[in-house]
């Protein structure tokens, strides 16, 4: 019968230690030691801190530019618009300035012409029909104003509106100055600027540009004559008969009235025309 040593899955026990029979014990397994800290060169630390490093710049960076104000809304970042109405005022001004050289010089002429007194009314009249002087007689006004963002077709049959439908346009503004000067009218006024033979009434997305001066709506048309025949003239225009329809479906502003008697301003800007010239 065989002791316990011999029997498998069993244990170094049932002899006594350095017997002839006795099992010799296991070899002791040493784990293995993991290497220290930072013995090894790992690229992926260093990355991590230089990203941290570039981070820290950028946030300095952006402090120190923006000293307290908020970069997005910064005053000093000039828009296109803000731009436009700047050149706007300046443009103003320099009118103002002009009229009241162009004064200066009219009223020096006036002390020693050499000019007859026939003459001199002949160049009052032409003056008169230029536009240069002030008007005073009965107006009218028409305002013409964009329809609310929210507008939706008001009648049955008719589209909902495009974003086109519900702004003041171009030809809107051309067809009541043409209707007016239809109408007999003996000055007109657009906004504070009296037109003449060679004023352009221009617009630029929803903007008015006239005379080098920039209007937002609503518009005001000014116009000097016969009350009546001018509202008649207004509702014989094909052109505007179809604005009225953009009026009643999707509330485009129209708007005129009776001003009594008024003055007109004399127009102040420049008469000269300037033309391209080719290059040689």
Same mark, same amino acid.
């Given at each position: 019968?065989?002791?316990?040593?011999? %029997?498998?899955?069993?244990?170094?026990?049932?002899?006594? =230690?350095?017997?002839?029979? @006795?099992?010799?014990?296991?070899?002791?397994?040493?784990?293995?030691?993991?290497?220290?800290?930072?013995?090894?060169?790992?690229?992926?630390?260093?990355?991590?801190?230089?990203?941290? *490093?570039?981070?820290?710049?950028?946030?300095?960076?952006?402090?120190?530019? =923006?000293?307290?104000?908020?970069?997005?809304?910064?005053? %000093?970042?000039?828009?296109?618009?803000?731009?436009?109405?700047?050149?706007?005022?300046?443009?103003?001004?320099?009118?103002?300035?002009? *009229?009241?050289?162009?004064?200066?010089?009219? %009223?020096?002429?006036?002390?020693?012409?050499?000019?007859?007194?026939?003459?001199?009314?002949?160049?009052?009249?032409?003056?008169?029909?230029?536009?240069?002087?002030?008007l005073k007689g009965k107006a009218i006004t028409v305002t013409l104003n964009d329809a609310p963002p929210n507008a939706t077709a008001k009648?049955?049959?008719?589209?909902?509106?495009?974003?086109?439908?519900?702004?003041?346009?171009?030809?809107?503004?051309? =067809?009541?100055?043409?209707?007016?000067?239809?109408?007999?009218?003996?000055?007109?006024?657009? +906004?504070?600027?009296?037109?003449?033979?060679?004023?352009?009434?221009?617009?630029?997305?929803?903007?008015?540009?006239?005379?080098?001066?920039?209007?937002?709506?609503?518009?005001?048309?000014?116009?000097?004559?016969?009350?009546?025949?001018?509202?008649?003239?207004?509702?014989?225009?094909? @052109?505007?008969?179809?604005? +009225?329809?953009?009026?009643?479906?999707?509330?485009?502003?129209?708007?005129?009235?009776?001003?009594?008697?008024?003055?007109?301003?004399?127009?102040?800007?420049?008469?000269?025309?300037?033309? *391209?010239?080719?290059?040689?």
């Amino acid at each position: 019968m065989s002791n316990s040593a011999d %029997s498998p899955g069993t244990g170094s026990t049932g002899s006594t =230690a350095g017997g002839p029979d @006795a099992p010799v014990p296991p070899a002791t397994i040493v784990p293995p030691v993991p290497p220290a800290r930072g013995s090894r060169f790992r690229p992926v630390r260093v990355l991590t801190a230089a990203v941290f *490093a570039l981070a820290g710049l950028i946030f300095f960076t952006s402090f120190d530019t =923006a000293k307290g104000t908020d970069i997005r809304t910064d005053s %000093s970042l000039l828009k296109l618009s803000d731009l436009i109405q700047e050149r706007s005022h300046k443009n103003k001004g320099l009118d103002e300035s002009n *009229a009241a050289l162009r004064d200066d010089v009219e %009223s020096l002429a006036e002390r020693d012409d050499g000019s007859t007194k026939a003459q001199d009314e002949k160049l009052s009249g032409l003056e008169k029909n230029a536009g240069t002087e002030k008007l005073k007689g009965k107006a009218i006004t028409v305002t013409l104003n964009d329809a609310p963002p929210n507008a939706t077709a008001k009648l049955p049959g008719y589209p909902e509106p495009q974003p086109d439908y519900l702004v003041i346009h171009q030809q809107d503004l051309q =067809a009541v100055v043409n209707a007016l000067w239809q109408g007999g009218a003996k000055g007109i006024k657009v +906004m504070d600027q009296r037109l003449i033979s060679t004023s352009a009434v221009r617009c630029v997305g929803n903007t008015l540009i006239l005379q080098g001066q920039v209007y937002s709506p609503p518009y005001k048309i000014t116009a000097v004559g016969d009350p009546t025949k001018l509202e008649q003239a207004l509702s014989d225009s094909q @052109a505007i008969q179809t604005y +009225m329809v953009y009026v009643n479906v999707y509330g485009l502003g129209w708007k005129v009235t009776e001003d009594g008697t008024v003055t007109l301003p004399g127009y102040s800007g420049t008469v000269d025309l300037h033309y *391209a010239k080719p290059v040689k």
